[in-house]
């Protein structure tokens, strides 16, 4: 059988396999091929915020006369928050059932935010950013709000401009596609880099925390999410949520960047046959604010920091960690790693000083081998899932 006529899905598995075997063996190729892991998510971050700037300006200047839109999109920002509440609460259940203690590293670089207020402040800055700014750095709330602003202005263009734009934002779509079918090979890089340079030996330390991290997560995955679904929908939700792991997850496990995985989900959202006019806003949306991995890395290891020190964890303080590790992981980076440098926010809850904060950071940068992808890939994964939901759901017009 010709390999290359298989699904997408088995040729990254087959990548997957080939890139740690490579970065087992032979460390030193393992670093050179990474180079077309880096290439393959610089082009994904490269074509995604003008894909979603084209996309969304061209889907609200073009779109039909229906009501609901405004509704569906609020709807589905009320379930990311939801979702990432519920998840933070997972994370303290897990961490209250399994206590786990931290052998403290040297402290990372970086500069936590102070206050929640500040996280939140960023993303409102965030929305009113220069548009072309926001395209070259990659700001993607700024991308949607000047998509959103021009396509309700270019409703009143003539038809031939939007035509055109339309035309436009297709182009670029199938420059997405190119890029996506380039992911065989691009993830074949980043493992074999990620085998080559990290290996195994470094979460030997770690392996019970990194197992609490990714059983959390496997609950929001498998459990949260689908009850969420089925209380939305009234339907079985299995066969969406894990189409949606396979074709969004497996991506995001290996790119650990919401970002990079924004084409890879508006894709998947077209193929699931989900409404232009709520997925080409809420992907965007759910890349920057839907962060239920994220909130549960937050809340895991501040109170792994708290049961090192010997600071016991009440039950309000523990609520109150799941309401402030929500908040600020929707203004979580959508890079790697961009949810660690919050959790010195979050410590600040117990007391525990910035230094040992920020030990606390490196660890995480240990095992976000592990953590990170698969924080990522439920992140971006449950973007698609709740909007396939919302968009499914038999509310009354």
Same mark, same amino acid.
């Given at each position: @059988?010709?390999?290359?006529?298989?699904?997408?899905?088995?040729?990254?598995?087959?990548?997957?396999?080939?890139?740690?075997?490579? %970065?087992?063996?032979?460390?030193?190729?393992?670093?050179?091929?990474?180079?077309? %892991?880096?290439?393959?998510? %610089?082009?994904?971050?490269?074509?995604?915020?003008?894909?979603?700037?084209?996309?969304? @300006?061209?889907?609200?200047?073009?779109?039909?006369?229906?009501?609901?839109?405004?509704?569906?999109?609020?709807?589905?920002?009320?379930?990311?928050?939801?979702?990432?509440?519920?998840?933070?609460?997972?994370?303290?259940?897990?961490?209250?059932?399994?206590?786990?203690?931290?052998?403290?590293?040297?402290?990372?670089? %970086?500069?936590?935010?102070?206050?929640?207020?500040?996280?939140?402040?960023?993303?409102?800055?965030?929305?009113?950013?220069?548009?072309?700014?926001?395209?070259?750095?990659?700001?993607?709330?700024?991308?949607?709000?000047?998509?959103?602003?021009?396509?309700?202005?270019?409703?009143?263009?003539?038809?031939?401009?939007?035509?055109?734009?339309?035309?436009?934002?297709?182009?670029?779509?199938?420059?997405?596609?190119?890029?996506?079918?380039?992911?065989?090979?691009?993830?074949?890089?980043?493992?074999?880099?990620?085998?080559?340079?990290?290996?195994?030996?470094?979460?030997?330390?770690?392996?019970?925390?990194?197992?609490?991290?990714?059983?959390?997560?496997?609950?929001?995955?498998?459990?949260?999410? $689908?009850?969420?679904?089925?209380?939305?929908?009234?339907?079985? $939700?299995?066969?969406?949520?894990?189409?949606?792991?396979?074709?969004?997850?497996?991506?995001?496990?290996?790119?650990?960047?919401?970002?990079?995985?924004?084409?890879?989900?508006?894709?998947?959202?077209?193929?699931?046959?989900?409404?232009?006019?709520?997925?080409?806003?809420?992907?965007?949306?759910?890349?920057?604010?839907?962060?239920?991995?994220?909130?549960?890395?937050?809340?895991?290891?501040?109170?792994?920091?708290?049961?090192?020190?010997?600071?016991?964890?009440?039950?309000?303080?523990?609520?109150?960690?799941?309401?402030?590790?929500?908040?600020?992981?929707?203004?979580?980076?959508?890079?790697?790693?961009?949810?660690?440098?919050?959790?010195?926010?979050?410590?600040?809850?117990?007391?525990? $000083?910035?230094?040992?904060? @920020?030990?606390?950071?490196?660890?995480?940068?240990?095992?976000?081998?592990?953590?990170?992808?698969?924080?990522?890939?439920?992140?971006?994964?449950?973007?698609?899932?709740?909007?396939?939901?919302?968009?499914?759901?038999?509310?009354?017009?």
């Amino acid at each position: @059988m010709n390999p290359l006529r298989w699904g997408l899905v088995p040729q990254i598995l087959v990548g997957v396999v080939l890139g740690a075997f490579l %970065g087992a063996l032979v460390p030193g190729a393992g670093e050179a091929v990474g180079l077309l %892991g880096r290439l393959f998510v %610089g082009m994904l971050k490269a074509v995604a915020p003008l894909l979603v700037l084209l996309l969304v @300006m061209s889907a609200i200047a073009n779109r039909h006369e229906r009501g609901g839109d405004a509704r569906r999109t609020f709807l589905t920002l009320l379930l990311y928050l939801a979702g990432t509440v519920c998840a933070a609460l997972v994370g303290v259940l897990l961490s209250f059932a399994f206590p786990q203690t931290l052998v403290l590293v040297a402290a990372a670089e %970086g500069s936590p935010p102070a206050a929640v207020g500040s996280v939140l402040a960023d993303v409102l800055f965030k929305l009113v950013d220069n548009p072309v700014r926001a395209l070259l750095e990659g700001n993607f709330l700024g991308c949607l709000t000047w998509a959103v602003l021009l396509g309700i202005s270019f409703r009143r263009a003539p038809a031939s401009f939007r035509e055109h734009l339309e035309t436009l934002a297709g182009g670029v779509s199938d420059v997405v596609r190119y890029v996506i079918r380039l992911a065989p090979v691009g993830i074949f890089g980043l493992v074999a880099y990620a085998v080559a340079t990290t290996g195994i030996s470094a979460l030997a330390d770690y392996a019970t925390l990194a197992l609490l991290l990714v059983s959390a997560m496997l609950v929001v995955a498998l459990l949260v999410n $689908p009850l969420i679904v089925l209380l939305v929908t009234q339907r079985n $939700p299995y066969p969406v949520v894990l189409r949606c792991l396979e074709e969004s997850g497996i991506t995001a496990f290996f790119t650990r960047s919401s970002a990079a995985n924004i084409p890879v989900n508006l894709a998947l959202a077209k193929k699931l046959g989900i409404s232009e006019e709520l997925y080409s806003v809420t992907i965007p949306i759910g890349a920057t604010v839907n962060m239920a991995g994220a909130a549960i890395t937050i809340t895991t290891l501040t109170l792994a920091a708290a049961n090192t020190l010997g600071i016991e964890a009440s039950l309000a303080s523990a609520l109150v960690l799941c309401v402030v590790s929500a908040l600020a992981a929707c203004g979580a980076s959508g890079v790697p790693s961009g949810s660690l440098l919050l959790i010195p926010l979050a410590c600040s809850l117990f007391g525990i $000083p910035l230094d040992v904060a @920020m030990q606390v950071v490196a660890v995480g940068f240990v095992i976000s081998v592990i953590q990170d992808s698969a924080e990522t890939a439920l992140n971006s994964s449950t973007d698609v899932v709740y909007t396939w939901a919302v968009d499914n759901a038999p509310l009354r017009q």
